[in-house]
Structures are given as structure tokens and as C-alpha cells.
């Protein structure tokens, strides 16, 4: 038989707050990401010792490109800068590397029919044009999901992921 095509789900943070915008470029990159989190796959925890992946559901795209492209989007809407770019690597623009040690939903061993806690957090390395670290710091936010559903899941990770996007743009 053939199976069916797996749900689809996409990262929908809110917009930012506009700001008057500095006068160099960013560019936003990624670095290494856990295996587990380096996926289309979305990750749930049991116990401590065990990540699994919910069945027949999966993000847009890898996680940490997800994110990327959240973030350099939400800097780009919040004209804090007067260039958004990815990668790359221009004299006058600071780097952003971001990282994602944690992208889970937590079930903190009561199963998985309980509502989990859903976990997100974003490593950011700031970097003036000369490669001198401005500014290092970590992202968390955890919210628990309205239910077991994965709709519910989903939303909570958007909730999640929305305070940490955020937190990290106004920081940078």
C-alpha cells in the first residue's frame, strides 16, 4: 500500500516591532546543530535518554534552516539593520550564527498522552566585521501544549519559538 504523505508544518512567529535601523548589514548563518534536531522531523522526548519523532509529521524544512530563515526574516521586518542578508561575508556587516541545541516536545515520562512541554532553544553569536565576538547568549522558552494533539503541539512550538525570535531580534 501506499503510505500516506506526512503532515507538513511550518514555523509562523510573529512579526516584530520596526526600528530605526543601524547603519551596517547583518548576515545570518548557520552553525552545527544536534543530529536530532537537524531534521525535517519533529522531535519528542519520553525520558532523558530517548528522542523519537512523531509519525507522519515533519516541518517545511530542517530545523535550523527554519529558524534561520525565521530570523533573518524578522530582522529584515524589524529594519534594525539597512542590510539582511544569508551566509556570505561583507566587510561593513556583522555575522549572526545561530545554532539549535533544543527543538522538543517533552513528555517528561507521563506519555504520550498527556500534553507535552514543548522546549526551544537558540544559541546566537554575534560578530562585528573584523570576526571579534561582540556577544554570545542562549535563547530558551518553554510552553506547554493545550493538548496531546499535534495541532496543538505545533502551535506551541510556535508559541515557544515566537518568544525566542523574539528575544534574540531585540538583542541583536
Given at each position: 500500500s501506499t503510505p500516506e504523505p506526512p503532515s507538513l508544518y511550518r514555523l509562523a512567529p510573529p512579526a516584530p516591532a520596526a526600528r530605526t535601523p543601524l547603519?551596517?548589514?547583518?548576515?545570518?548563518?548557520?552553525a552545527p546543530?544536534?543530529?536530532f534536531v537537524d531534521s525535517q522531523r519533529i522531535a519528542l522526548s519520553l525520558t532523558a535518554e530517548r528522542v523519537d519523532v512523531y509519525a507522519?509529521?515533519?516541518?517545511a524544512d530542517r530545523v535550523p534552516v527554519l529558524v534561520e530563515q525565521a530570523v533573518r526574516e524578522?530582522?529584515?521586518l524589524s529594519q534594525g539593520f539597512a542590510r539582511v542578508s544569508a551566509g556570505g561575508s561583507e566587510r561593513e556587516s556583522w555575522h549572526l550564527r545561530l545554532s539549535v541545541p533544543?527543538?522538543?516536545?517533552?513528555?517528561?515520562?507521563?506519555?504520550?498522552?498527556?500534553?507535552?512541554?514543548?522546549?526551544?532553544?537558540?544559541?546566537?553569536?554575534?560578530r562585528d566585521p573584523t570576526g571579534a565576538a561582540?556577544?554570545?547568549?542562549?535563547?530558551?522558552q518553554e510552553t506547554r501544549a493545550a493538548s496531546a494533539r499535534l495541532d496543538d503541539i505545533v502551535a506551541a512550538f510556535n508559541?515557544?519559538?515566537g518568544a525566542v525570535?523574539?528575544?534574540?531580534?531585540?538583542?541583536a
Open positions: 547603519p551596517v548589514g547583518i548576515h545570518v548563518s548557520p546543530s544536534p543530529l507522519n509529521a515533519q516541518w524578522g530582522l529584515r533544543v527543538f522538543e516536545a517533552r513528555y517528561e515520562g507521563r506519555g504520550t498522552g498527556t500534553a507535552p512541554l514543548v522546549v526551544v532553544v537558540v544559541s546566537a553569536s554575534l561582540l556577544s554570545e547568549r542562549q535563547f530558551a508559541r515557544s519559538y525570535q523574539s528575544a534574540l531580534i531585540d538583542w
